[in-house]
């Protein structure tokens, strides 16, 4: 999931902060590489970490949209980019088609199922201490009330004695 908003991202969306919340309404229309993608809520999109949600598809020293990669300096390039900056690269390789072996390579795969897995381990051990949590507030509370108890117990035996004892010396 996080690999697909990264790629739609560079890919060109318009508007990237805003289009993580529209809705698609035409799937026909987009490219084949973005019909998978779903669509983020602007509560989500606010969730992401602040790298995540500076990542533009727009160049930001030209304000143009990334179309080459340059594998030679592993970055996106815009077409103003590559007169100022990649003259003499020559591996620059369309983005998409970059994207589009990122996104359909196994280890990405492997990664996201990785991740899936991660995040269920997680979820399970964070159940288990709540359960655990909730089983020591419980003993807890029972361990209170043993040691009123208790208490109370000395404190009557100790009543006892001393009325006995007090009994003792006026005889």
Do not use: W
């Not at 996106?76 to 998409?96: A, E, F, N, R, Y």
């Amino acid at each position: 999931m996080v690999m697909e908003t990264i790629m739609q991202q560079l890919l060109g969306a318009q508007n990237v902060k805003f289009s993580f919340v529209k809705t698609v309404k035409n799937h026909t229309a987009r490219p084949n590489c973005l019909r998978t993608i779903k669509t983020m809520s602007a509560e989500n999109y606010q969730k992401l970490p602040s790298f995540m949600q500076e990542i533009s598809s727009q160049c930001r020293d030209h304000n143009k949209k990334f179309e080459l990669h340059c594998s030679f300096h592993a970055c996106p390039c815009c077409v103003q980019c590559i007169t100022d900056k990649h003259k003499k690269c020559q591996d620059l390789k369309p983005l998409s088609d970059i994207l589009q072996q990122v996104k359909s390579s196994a280890s990405v795969q492997i990664f996201e199922k990785d991740l899936k897995d991660v995040k269920e381990n997680l979820d399970t051990a964070i159940k288990y201490l709540k359960i655990r949590i909730s089983t020591i507030n419980t003993e807890k509370s029972k361990a209170v009330e043993e040691i009123g108890y208790i208490r109370k117990s000395i404190n009557d035996y100790l009543d006892k004695l001393e009325q006995d004892i007090l009994n003792n010396l006026r005889v």
